[in-house]
Structure formats: structure tokens, C-alpha cells
């Protein structure tokens, strides 16, 4: 019933067409005659621009190759049985023509995976199916058609005046550079070279991330979980790494439960294959943590980006530069739709190993990666800064504040510990005065420590 009353309005109403053409889909009719009259009004609007009257569509039909003298008969007996002297109300026909389109869609949907998990269907993996349910489960009529400059202009003054909800970081330099944190629905990226403290970093944000209450989900291509965790413990417990494993148990678990008892957030750590997970995988892993854990990220690390797989396309089927764009376009898109800040890494390329003042084209296999990111910056470490006890952070793009203003600063570090720190506002300022690596004389204490 409803298939006949959409018919009818796309050939009355083009109030009513021009709103819901874009949504329909000739696989949202079953019956033959119905698909062929949705084909016929669709191809007519799409050349003439007008919608057809049943004289018009009649002559589709009669001109139609291909119809046996049955499915001619039975087309026109439908097409007459159109009732074009309704006036049923609009808004609740669009809302039914909505309705009919989502259950449709989700109708198909299910079909589909059923054919995808019998065999049916050879051309997709069980992979698929979640990509399949979710496009049918957001098929929406968006009645948004943009902001008007004049008429929204108090809606705007009120966006403006509102307080974005940020992320903050425990290193004062870092909430100073980013304007208070980065902000959900973002891609956040490290680059550095091999070992020079990529996983540290993630690890070291995702201990204080944690001792602020929210829940964090590391995700790990590159080390067993149990190890990303020894590492977390370092830098909670203030411990060094080596010295995690030789405590004795029962004060292990006592600075467990001590860390514990000060937030009220999670730590998840997974691992994932090397070069075999994709954003699909993470979106199912969050949602199997959301039932069967109770648990939703605030923050997401991903260690690292350049050992991902690509949801879309195969690393054969393609170069470095469009196969790293692809995964981080995917992985901004799932912080869009999970609506969290991720972070993640990349390496520089040789050039970038041995170059003291890195740049964006230092981005290891694809350019492509700092166009889709909204925060990235080079680590740079050096023998004299090890020596200090310090590692330089030189901003390479930011969505969040001029880049320029502290475009190269200096934070401390203790590797064998995994913890950052904030230095003196002296060595900051040498650094601005300079713009150099390795002009700080000595090495400054942290400005605070949490110890447990």
C-alpha cells in the first residue's frame, strides 16, 4: 500500500518528489510492475526535469523492451489504479515514505548478509555485513538544507560563545599550543623514527588520560597488550620498566588498587595482527566492549597507523601514498562517528632519520596523511637532548592554534620510567630565542610527579 501511494505523489506532487527522489531506491520495490513505473518516472524527471503525467508513463511502458505480454498488462493495470485524487497531508507523507525506505533498506540489508553467509554470494567476505547493516540502519531524510546567514545569526553568536569540550593533556606546553586539548571527532598524530619513543608518548597520554577519569582504549599492532600494559604500569607506578616484573605481587596489586581508588575510568588494551586490522575491526571491538563490558572510549590510541589495514581498498590494488591516505581518512571518520579523539603514529622517512629539523614531507610512504590530520608534530631526539633528559616537539600542522607560536619546544622525558614531563620556562624560552636543537645546558626538574 504504501509503494502505491509513493507512486502516485511522484507523479502529482513535485513538492513531494524533489524531497524524497534522492532517498528512493528502485530495490525498495518488489513488485515488477512497481520497479518498472519507478524507472519510468525517475527516467523522465532525470531528462525533463518535470514530472510525468500517466499519458507519459504509459508510452514508457508501451516502449519498454523486454516485456512480455503479461508484465505489459499487469504495468498498466497498476499504473491505472494510481489514485491521483488524494491529498493526503505532506509532512505525513514524507514521514511514511521515510519509514518505508528505512525498513527497506534494513529489509535488503538482511537479505544481503544472509546470501553473504550461505555462500550465495561470492564477491564479499562475512567482513562486509556490518558496512551493509550500518548504511541500512542510516538511511535518514536529513531535513537540514544549511544555515542561513541572517535568520540563524543568533544561533551562530551562541556557537561561538560556547566552550568547546576538550581533552586536556597533563603537560602544561601541550594545553598552551592546543588552546586547552584537542577536541572530539579528531585524528591526532606522532611522528617520529623507529624507537624514538612513538609508543611512549601514546603510552605516557594514555596513563594520564586514565588518571583523569576516561576511559581509553589502546589499540596494539606492534606489541602484545601485556607489554603496552608493563609500560602503563611504569608510568603509573613511577617505576622503571625492568623493575615492574621483579615486584613482589602483593605490592604489585596494592598499586593497582591505590591507582584504582583516585579515577573512575578505564583502561582497555588490544591487540591486533600487524597489517591485518582495519577501522572495521575497531568498530566491532567497541561495540562487543560497550555489551559486554559496559565500557564506551573517550580516547582511542592506535600504535600506529602505517601497520593498519585499509577498510576500502587493498594495499595491491594501489600505491603508499592513496593506501595511507585511505587509512586515515577511515580512521578521522571513526572518530567523527564514535565521537572521540584518537591518536595515533607514523614514521618518518629516511630522510627524516637523520634530519634534525623535520618537516611534513619527513611523513614516512604518504603526503596524504598530514592532509587528513587535525594535530601532528615531529619528535626529535638527539644525543645531546638525550644526554638532558629532554626530547623536542616541533609542530607540523594544527587545527587547533597557530602552529608558529611554539612551533619547536622541549618537554622531558624518562624513558625508562615511560613518563613525560613539563621543563622550566627557561628552556622554553631559550628555544624561542634560538629556534635550535640542543641548546639547553642543563637538565630541569619536573614541574610535578604523580607517584603512587
Given at each position: 500500500?504504501?509503494?502505491?501511494?509513493?507512486?502516485?505523489?511522484?507523479?502529482?506532487?513535485?513538492?513531494?518528489?524533489?524531497?524524497?527522489?534522492?532517498?528512493?531506491?528502485i530495490r525498495y520495490f518488489e513488485d515488477k510492475s512497481e520497479k518498472l513505473i519507478f524507472k519510468a518516472i525517475i527516467k523522465h524527471y532525470e531528462k525533463y526535469n518535470i514530472l510525468p503525467t500517466k499519458t507519459e508513463l504509459k508510452h514508457f511502458i508501451d516502449n519498454e523492451e523486454n516485456l512480455t505480454e503479461d508484465m505489459h498488462t499487469d504495468a498498466m493495470g497498476y499504473l491505472k489504479s494510481l489514485n491521483q485524487n488524494d491529498e493526503p497531508d505532506f509532512n505525513?507523507?514524507?514521514?511514511?515514505?521515510?519509514?518505508?525506505?528505512?525498513?527497506?533498506?534494513?529489509?535488503?540489508?538482511?537479505?544481503?548478509?544472509?546470501?553473504?553467509?550461505?555462500?550465495s554470494d561470492t564477491k564479499r567476505t562475512k567482513h562486509a555485513i556490518q558496512d551493509i547493516?550500518?548504511?541500512?540502519?542510516?538511511?535518514?531524510?536529513?531535513?537540514?538544507?544549511?544555515?542561513?546567514?541572517?535568520?540563524?545569526?543568533?544561533?551562530?553568536y551562541e556557537y561561538y560563545s560556547m566552550e568547546e569540550e576538550k581533552l586536556?593533556?597533563?603537560?602544561?606546553?601541550?594545553?598552551?599550543?592546543?588552546?586547552g586539548g584537542i577536541p572530539n571527532k579528531t585524528l591526532n598524530v606522532i611522528l617520529a623514527t623507529t624507537n624514538a619513543g612513538k609508543s611512549l608518548m601514546m603510552?605516557?597520554?594514555?596513563?594520564?588520560?586514565?588518571?583523569?577519569?576516561?576511559?581509553?582504549?589502546?589499540?596494539?599492532?606492534?606489541?602484545?597488550?601485556?607489554?603496552?600494559?608493563?609500560?602503563?604500569?611504569?608510568?603509573?607506578?613511577?617505576?622503571?620498566?625492568?623493575?615492574?616484573?621483579?615486584?613482589?605481587?602483593?605490592?604489585?596489586?596494592?598499586?593497582?588498587?591505590?591507582?584504582k581508588s583516585k579515577t573512575h575510568g578505564q583502561l582497555i588494551v588490544k591487540e591486533f595482527p600487524t597489517s591485518?586490522?582495519?577501522?572495521?575491526?575497531?568498530?566491532?571491538?567497541?561495540?562487543?566492549?560497550?555489551?559486554?563490558?559496559?565500557?564506551?572510549?573517550?580516547?582511542?590510541?592506535?600504535d600506529y597507523i602505517n601497520i593498519m589495514a585499509s577498510s576500502r581498498v587493498k594495499m595491491s590494488q594501489t600505491n603508499s601514498?592513496?593506501?595511507?591516505?585511505?587509512?586515515?581518512?577511515?580512521?578521522?571518520?571513526?572518530?567523527?562517528?564514535?565521537?572521540?579523539?584518537?591518536?595515533?603514529?607514523?614514521?618518518?622517512?629516511?630522510?627524516?632519520?637523520?634530519?634534525?629539523?623535520?618537516?611534513?614531507?619527513?611523513?614516512?610512504?604518504?603526503?596524504?596523511?598530514?592532509?587528513?590530520?587535525?594535530?601532528?608534530?615531529?619528535l626529535i631526539r638527539?644525543?645531546?637532548?638525550?644526554?638532558?633528559?629532554?626530547?623536542?616537539?616541533?609542530?607540523?600542522?594544527?587545527?587547533?592554534?597557530?602552529k608558529n607560536n611554539y612551533e619547536k619546544f622541549v618537554i622531558g622525558i624518562e624513558a625508562d620510567k615511560m613518563k613525560l614531563f613539563d621543563v622550566e620556562d627557561t628552556a622554553q624560552n631559550l628555544v624561542q630565542s634560538n629556534g635550535d636543537i640542543g641548546i639547553t645546558t642543563e637538565k630541569f626538574n619536573t614541574v610535578s610527579e604523580l607517584k603512587f
Open positions: 500500500m504504501n509503494e502505491q501511494i509513493i507512486l502516485t505523489n511522484l507523479i502529482k506532487s513535485e513538492e513531494y518528489a524533489r524531497k524524497v527522489i534522492p532517498f528512493l531506491n505525513w507523507l514524507v514521514d511514511t515514505t521515510e519509514n518505508f525506505c528505512q525498513e527497506k533498506a534494513i529489509y535488503n540489508a538482511i537479505m544481503e548478509s544472509i546470501s553473504i553467509i550461505d555462500g547493516l550500518k548504511d541500512a540502519l542510516s538511511v535518514s531524510f536529513d531535513q537540514h538544507v544549511g544555515h542561513d546567514y541572517f535568520e540563524e545569526a543568533q544561533k551562530r586536556p593533556f597533563s603537560l602544561d606546553i601541550f594545553n598552551k599550543i592546543t588552546n603510552v605516557d597520554f594514555a596513563a594520564n588520560y586514565l588518571l583523569q577519569g576516561k576511559n581509553v582504549l589502546y589499540i596494539t599492532l606492534e606489541m602484545a597488550e601485556e607489554r603496552i600494559a608493563e609500560r602503563i604500569d611504569a608510568n603509573l607506578f613511577n617505576t622503571p620498566v625492568n623493575q615492574v616484573e621483579k615486584m613482589e605481587n602483593e605490592k604489585f596489586l596494592r598499586k593497582i588498587d591505590n591507582i591485518s586490522a582495519h577501522v572495521g575491526h575497531f568498530r566491532n571491538l567497541v561495540q562487543e566492549l560497550k555489551l559486554k563490558k559496559n565500557f564506551t572510549p573517550d580516547v582511542i590510541c592506535v601514498y592513496f593506501y595511507i591516505k585511505a587509512i586515515a581518512e577511515e580512521l578521522r571518520g571513526l572518530a567523527v562517528e564514535l565521537d572521540v579523539p584518537i591518536w595515533s603514529a607514523t614514521q618518518s622517512n629516511r630522510s627524516g632519520h637523520s634530519d634534525t629539523d623535520v618537516d611534513l614531507t619527513n611523513t614516512s610512504e604518504s603526503f596524504g596523511l598530514p592532509a587528513t590530520v587535525d594535530f601532528m608534530f615531529a638527539t644525543e645531546e637532548l638525550d644526554n638532558l633528559g629532554q626530547v623536542m616537539i616541533k609542530q607540523l600542522k594544527s587545527r587547533y592554534g597557530n
